[in-house]
Protein backbone atom coordinates (compact mmCIF):
# COMPACT_ATOMS: atom_id res chain seq x y z
CA UNK A 1 0.00 0.00 0.00
CA UNK A 2 0.97 3.55 -0.64
CA UNK A 3 1.21 7.21 0.81
CA UNK A 4 2.26 9.38 -2.00
CA UNK A 5 4.70 12.53 -2.28
CA UNK A 6 2.83 14.91 -4.06
CA UNK A 7 5.28 16.69 -7.00
CA UNK A 8 7.08 19.90 -6.32
CA UNK A 9 10.02 19.00 -3.69
CA UNK A 10 12.00 22.35 -2.71
CA UNK A 11 14.45 20.67 -0.70
CA UNK A 12 14.86 16.75 0.16
CA UNK A 13 12.83 16.23 3.53
CA UNK A 14 10.09 18.93 2.59
CA UNK A 15 7.41 16.84 0.92
CA UNK A 16 3.83 16.76 0.59
CA UNK A 17 2.26 13.26 1.61
CA UNK A 18 -1.14 12.41 -0.45
CA UNK A 19 -2.84 9.69 -1.72
CA UNK A 20 -2.90 9.34 -5.45
CA UNK A 21 -3.75 6.00 -6.14
CA UNK A 22 -5.93 5.46 -9.47
CA UNK A 23 -6.66 9.11 -9.61
CA UNK A 24 -3.89 9.26 -13.07
CA UNK A 25 -4.27 5.60 -13.71
CA UNK A 26 -6.33 6.14 -16.65
CA UNK A 27 -5.75 5.77 -20.58
CA UNK A 28 -2.89 7.75 -21.83
CA UNK A 29 -5.03 8.84 -25.06
CA UNK A 30 -4.79 13.11 -24.89
CA UNK A 31 -2.46 12.93 -21.83
CA UNK A 32 1.13 14.08 -22.21
CA UNK A 33 3.74 11.86 -20.20
CA UNK A 34 4.49 14.30 -17.68
CA UNK A 35 1.30 14.13 -16.57
CA UNK A 36 0.77 10.90 -16.96
CA UNK A 37 3.58 9.57 -14.41
CA UNK A 38 2.91 12.88 -12.39
CA UNK A 39 6.53 14.06 -13.29
CA UNK A 40 8.00 17.44 -11.87
CA UNK A 41 11.33 18.78 -11.53
CA UNK A 42 13.14 18.26 -8.08
CA UNK A 43 15.11 21.24 -9.00
CA UNK A 44 18.96 19.90 -8.66
CA UNK A 45 18.60 19.00 -5.06
CA UNK A 46 21.33 16.89 -3.80
CA UNK A 47 20.26 13.14 -3.59
CA UNK A 48 21.21 12.21 -0.21
CA UNK A 49 23.58 9.25 -0.30
CA UNK A 50 22.44 5.48 0.84
CA UNK A 51 25.11 2.84 1.45
CA UNK A 52 23.90 -0.80 2.16
CA UNK A 53 24.15 -4.46 0.57
CA UNK A 54 21.80 -5.43 -2.42
CA UNK A 55 20.55 -8.51 -2.66
CA UNK A 56 23.92 -10.60 -3.64
CA UNK A 57 25.34 -9.02 -0.38
CA UNK A 58 27.33 -6.18 -1.97
CA UNK A 59 27.90 -3.24 -0.69
CA UNK A 60 26.21 -0.70 -3.39
CA UNK A 61 26.35 3.27 -2.58
CA UNK A 62 24.69 5.90 -4.58
CA UNK A 63 27.78 8.16 -4.43
CA UNK A 64 29.20 4.74 -5.92
CA UNK A 65 27.22 4.84 -8.76
CA UNK A 66 27.61 8.09 -9.84
CA UNK A 67 31.45 7.25 -9.60
CA UNK A 68 30.94 4.63 -12.15
CA UNK A 69 28.78 7.88 -14.50
CA UNK A 70 25.24 5.84 -13.83
CA UNK A 71 22.27 7.75 -13.69
CA UNK A 72 20.20 6.14 -10.88
CA UNK A 73 16.29 5.38 -10.66
CA UNK A 74 15.74 5.24 -7.25
CA UNK A 75 12.41 3.87 -5.58
CA UNK A 76 11.54 2.74 -2.15
CA UNK A 77 9.73 -0.91 -1.66
CA UNK A 78 8.39 -3.38 0.72
CA UNK A 79 10.16 -6.72 0.16
CA UNK A 80 6.68 -8.30 1.16
CA UNK A 81 4.47 -6.25 -1.02
CA UNK A 82 1.44 -7.34 -2.96
CA UNK A 83 0.55 -3.86 -3.75
CA UNK A 84 1.97 -1.31 -5.86
CA UNK A 85 5.72 -2.24 -5.82
CA UNK A 86 5.74 -5.39 -8.16
CA UNK A 87 3.71 -3.04 -10.35
CA UNK A 88 6.68 -0.78 -10.22
CA UNK A 89 9.03 -3.50 -10.60
CA UNK A 90 7.49 -4.40 -13.83
CA UNK A 91 7.96 -1.26 -15.05
CA UNK A 92 11.45 -0.98 -13.79
CA UNK A 93 12.63 -4.25 -15.91
CA UNK A 94 10.28 -3.16 -19.08
CA UNK A 95 12.01 0.80 -18.61
CA UNK A 96 15.64 -0.81 -18.66
CA UNK A 97 14.61 -3.13 -22.23
CA UNK A 98 13.53 -0.59 -23.86
CA UNK A 99 16.61 1.02 -22.88
CA UNK A 100 18.59 -1.03 -25.01
CA UNK A 101 22.26 -0.24 -25.45
CA UNK A 102 21.79 3.09 -22.76
CA UNK A 103 20.50 0.66 -20.37
CA UNK A 104 24.53 -0.15 -18.97
CA UNK A 105 24.48 4.02 -17.97
CA UNK A 106 21.41 3.65 -15.81
CA UNK A 107 21.57 1.96 -12.19
CA UNK A 108 17.21 0.69 -11.39
CA UNK A 109 17.71 0.87 -7.43
CA UNK A 110 15.28 -0.01 -4.54
CA UNK A 111 15.36 0.56 -0.58
CA UNK A 112 13.60 -1.82 1.70
CA UNK A 113 10.94 0.04 3.44
CA UNK A 114 10.18 -3.40 5.47
CA UNK A 115 11.12 -3.52 9.13
CA UNK A 116 10.18 -6.92 9.40
CA UNK A 117 11.68 -8.34 6.83
CA UNK A 118 15.26 -7.24 6.36
CA UNK A 119 17.06 -10.12 4.80
CA UNK A 120 19.33 -10.50 2.06
CA UNK A 121 16.90 -13.33 1.49
CA UNK A 122 14.16 -11.22 1.38
CA UNK A 123 15.53 -8.80 -0.90
CA UNK A 124 16.85 -11.63 -3.44
CA UNK A 125 13.46 -13.24 -2.99
CA UNK A 126 11.80 -10.31 -4.22
CA UNK A 127 13.75 -9.55 -6.89
CA UNK A 128 13.84 -13.36 -8.29
CA UNK A 129 9.68 -13.07 -7.75
CA UNK A 130 9.61 -9.87 -10.16
CA UNK A 131 11.75 -10.84 -12.42
CA UNK A 132 14.41 -7.89 -11.53
CA UNK A 133 17.05 -10.55 -11.89
CA UNK A 134 16.99 -9.74 -15.40
CA UNK A 135 18.49 -5.84 -15.05
CA UNK A 136 21.55 -6.33 -14.67
CA UNK A 137 22.15 -2.84 -12.80
CA UNK A 138 19.27 -3.55 -10.02
CA UNK A 139 20.02 -3.36 -6.38
CA UNK A 140 17.85 -3.80 -3.92
CA UNK A 141 19.09 -2.56 -0.74
CA UNK A 142 18.92 -3.57 2.81
CA UNK A 143 20.08 -3.11 6.20
CA UNK A 144 19.24 -3.00 9.40
CA UNK A 145 16.26 -0.82 10.72
CA UNK A 146 18.33 2.60 11.61
CA UNK A 147 19.91 2.32 9.09
CA UNK A 148 17.06 2.12 6.62
CA UNK A 149 15.11 4.71 8.84
CA UNK A 150 17.97 6.90 8.06
CA UNK A 151 17.48 6.47 4.28
CA UNK A 152 13.80 6.57 4.57
CA UNK A 153 14.24 10.50 6.57
CA UNK A 154 16.79 11.53 3.76
CA UNK A 155 14.10 10.89 1.15
CA UNK A 156 10.73 12.25 3.14
CA UNK A 157 9.46 8.39 2.80
CA UNK A 158 6.72 7.84 5.27
CA UNK A 159 6.72 4.04 6.24
CA UNK A 160 3.27 2.96 8.41
CA UNK A 161 4.39 -0.90 9.64
CA UNK A 162 2.01 -1.65 12.27
CA UNK A 163 3.02 -5.87 12.24
CA UNK A 164 4.55 -7.84 9.88
CA UNK A 165 1.78 -9.54 8.39
CA UNK A 166 0.47 -7.10 6.01
CA UNK A 167 1.43 -4.72 3.52
CA UNK A 168 3.90 -1.80 4.74
CA UNK A 169 2.05 1.68 3.65
CA UNK A 170 4.64 4.20 2.87
CA UNK A 171 5.59 7.16 0.45
CA UNK A 172 6.02 5.82 -3.26
CA UNK A 173 7.84 8.07 -5.68
CA UNK A 174 10.50 7.22 -8.48
CA UNK A 175 13.46 9.46 -8.02
CA UNK A 176 15.67 10.33 -10.99
CA UNK A 177 19.39 11.17 -10.15
CA UNK A 178 21.75 12.47 -13.02
CA UNK A 179 25.26 10.69 -12.38
CA UNK A 180 26.33 14.05 -10.37
CA UNK A 181 24.65 13.08 -7.58
CA UNK A 182 21.43 15.72 -8.06
CA UNK A 183 17.68 15.04 -8.69
CA UNK A 184 16.26 15.83 -11.53
CA UNK A 185 12.65 14.45 -12.14
CA UNK A 186 10.52 12.84 -9.52
CA UNK A 187 7.77 10.83 -10.80
CA UNK A 188 4.56 9.70 -8.79
CA UNK A 189 3.59 5.50 -9.60
CA UNK A 190 -0.03 4.68 -10.16
CA UNK A 191 -2.25 1.42 -9.20
CA UNK A 192 -6.27 0.90 -9.38
CA UNK A 193 -7.78 -1.95 -7.26
CA UNK A 194 -10.41 -4.76 -8.03
CA UNK A 195 -13.25 -4.95 -5.90
CA UNK A 196 -11.65 -7.14 -3.27
CA UNK A 197 -8.63 -4.55 -2.93
CA UNK A 198 -5.73 -6.07 -5.33
CA UNK A 199 -3.90 -3.62 -6.87
CA UNK A 200 -3.32 -3.95 -10.62
CA UNK A 201 -2.84 -1.31 -13.00
CA UNK A 202 -3.77 -2.29 -17.07
CA UNK A 203 -1.70 -4.03 -19.21
CA UNK A 204 -1.17 -1.40 -21.63
CA UNK A 205 -0.41 1.33 -18.63
CA UNK A 206 2.14 -1.25 -17.33
CA UNK A 207 3.89 -0.82 -20.71
CA UNK A 208 3.46 2.89 -21.09
CA UNK A 209 5.06 3.18 -18.17
CA UNK A 210 8.32 1.52 -18.76
CA UNK A 211 8.69 3.20 -21.80
CA UNK A 212 7.70 6.63 -20.00
CA UNK A 213 10.44 5.92 -17.20
CA UNK A 214 13.03 5.51 -20.20
CA UNK A 215 12.09 8.27 -21.94
CA UNK A 216 13.31 10.23 -18.56
CA UNK A 217 16.29 8.47 -18.35
CA UNK A 218 17.13 8.83 -21.99
CA UNK A 219 16.28 12.66 -21.67
CA UNK A 220 18.87 12.98 -19.12
CA UNK A 221 21.69 11.07 -21.16
CA UNK A 222 21.38 14.13 -23.80
Not at 50 to 65: C, R
Not at 115 to 124: C, E, I, K, Y
Amino acid sequence: MTLVLLAAVAAVGTVVVVHRGSTNAVSTAGTTRDEFMGLASAQGAAAPDIDMTDQNGQTVSLSGLQQQGKIVVLEFMDSHCTDICPIVSQEFVIAHHQLGAAASKVAFVGVNVNPFHLSQADVAGFTDEQGLNTVPEWHFLTGPVPKLQDAWKKYGVAVQAPNPNVDIVHSDTIYFIDSSGHQKWIAIPTEQHTASGAAYLPAPQVRQWGVDIASVVRQMLG
